[in-house]
């Protein structure tokens, strides 16, 4: 019962959050200096064609009727059309979103791959050569940004030692540099978080119990410590992944990757002012359900949780 409880109590406060950003997209997009007719059909549009685009964007309405439709068709996941190909902005988005989510998945597979075991081992060896290195890890990972250091690599190992491919998908292949770009930055968070709460759960009583009780150190640190330890990170791994699955915009670009990146790009140069809003209304979607099944996952591993 209290974890349906703290589930029911996410849902509402899920809801409440979507209703809130996609609040602020439809009034921070309508209080952008300029019309955005104007800005789709140039200077050169007459005047009819000008009033045909406010027509079909639906900004000739009053603005009360503009929000109770956006609040409607995002109820039912409608985006409207793209201005360019008259496409549904929602279709044009799943045929590119596979793509990103592998990219974020792998991404984030990486970090966490980089940044437990380092984290974990600078913890339980402070001062030690593994405290440096994740010393150094988390410092350049937090310094470096991402776009630059795919630029790096394309520079070493796609140009000077062709060793994976310059662009494109059509491999697994292809996928490894940008995962790898985007992956350093998020292992360099997930690694702090991981040191500070390892190191935390080192000095906590059960511990010095344990090893009272004559325990192994390496069963003390790697069963009861490690365990513990890690429950927080699962909330910092679904926020970071829905950081990762904004910055493949940036990464997308740098690798030619056609996914959502470079499509929402191509909405910005194009003028495509549907495709472009209901990009960011589905990136918002997607980042605050992932934290929604972080939260419910935490609640599940540490009932704890569930009493607050």
Known sequence: MKLARYIAKRIVRLVLTLFIISTIIFFVVRVIPGDPALIIGGIESSESDIQAIRTRLGTDRPLWVQYGEFLWNTLHLDFGRSMISDEPVLSLI??????????????????????????????VHPWSSWHYIGLVISQLGMAIPSFWLGILLLLFFA?????????????????????????????????????????????????????A???????????????NALLP???IAGIEFGYMLGGAILIEQVFSLPGLGRLFL???????????????????????????????????????????
């Open 266 to 308: 191509y909405g910005i140069y194009q003028r495509d002012f549907p495709l472009v809003q209901g990009g960011v209304q589905f990136i918002a979607i997607v980042f605050s359900l992932v934290n929604f099944a972080a939260d419910v996952l935490y609640a599940i591993v540490n009932p704890k949780i569930r009493l607050e």
């Open 233 to 235: 990170i699962i909330t």
């Open 94 to 123: 799943i045929q590119r979103f596979p793509l990103t989510l592998t990219l974020a998945v792998l991404g984030l597979l990486i970090g966490i791959l980089i940044a437990i075991p380092i984290g974990v081992l600078s913890a």
């Open 159 to 211: 140009i000077k030692f062709p060793i994976f491919p310059l662009f494109g998908a059509e491999s697994f292949s292809g996928l490894v540099l940008p995962a790898i770009s985007l992956g350093l930055a998020r292992a360099a968070i997930i690694l702090r978080h991981t040191r500070a709460s390892m190191t935390e759960e080192l000095s906590k009583e059960y511990i010095i119990t344990a090893r």
């Open 213 to 227: 009780k004559g325990l192994p150190e390496h069963i003390i640190r790697y069963k009861h410590a490690l365990k």
